[in-house]
């Protein structure tokens, strides 16, 4: 049974500020995570064995374990060896490792897409390896990147809904309250899955737009 206009408004201020909180974390999420995975990405390319086997083991670890396992381990298995943290920052923590895991892998195509002549001339113009890759690689190499990064940035945000089974009050945990004191869980639940919708459709659009942005950027 669909929900009523009634219950609508008297269930979405609710189900906002679970809409909020899932925003918050998907935004944290990715702000730390991107780095991360720059990080990870040039620690997987480096030369020194060490640094790239602690990148590798990161990023398989990130890539390899279910968002979810991530979630609980964090959230239930830290405090077993003294470290205890509240729900939003392990959330915060595991989605922006396994961000970064992802996107690792996502920038390390993108730079390794460059063409070999990019790095002859800088090599070339005296650049040092640093110069090298703050000037010439990385804002190619982030310019490809950018569509991917933004199609799995709707993936992330999508994710918060795991959320839930460590008690963050995000927007399914929202959804589930309501539908555990009014028994109406399928029309609260229908409301959640809109204010996805509402967040993800548009994000879809845009990254389509960019992708088709980057194409032609690509063929000139």
Not at 185 to 199: Q, S, V
């Amino acid at each position: 049974m669909l929900p009523t206009y009634e219950e609508i408004f008297s269930w979405m201020p609710d189900l906002l500020s679970g809409l909020s909180i899932s925003l918050q974390v998907t935004a944290l999420s990715l702000l730390l995570g991107i780095p991360f995975g720059l990080l990870l990405a040039l620690g997987v390319l480096a030369r020194n064995r060490a640094l790239r086997a602690v990148s590798l083991i990161l990023v398989e670890v990130g890539r390899g374990a279910p968002a979810l396992v991530l979630l609980q381990f964090i959230y239930f298995g830290l405090p077993s060896v003294g470290l205890t943290i509240g729900s939003f920052v392990a959330a915060v923590i595991a989605l922006a490792w396994n961000t970064g895991a992802y996107t690792s892998e996502i920038i390390r195509a993108s730079l390794q897409s460059i063409a070999h002549g990019q790095r002859e001339a800088a090599q070339a113009l005296g650049l040092n390896r640093t110069d090298e890759l703050r000037f010439v690689l990385l804002p190619q190499g982030l310019r490809v990147a950018l569509p991917a990064l933004l199609g799995f940035s709707i993936l992330i945000f999508q994710g918060t809904s795991l959320c839930f089974a460590i008690a963050l009050p995000e927007l399914v945990s929202r959804a589930y309250e309501i539908g555990s004191n009014t028994f109406r869980y399928f029309p609260a639940l229908l409301c959640a899955g809109a204010l996805y919708a509402c967040i993800s459709i548009p994000a879809a659009l845009l990254v389509s737009h960019v992708e088709k942005r980057a194409s032609l950027y690509a063929q000139r």
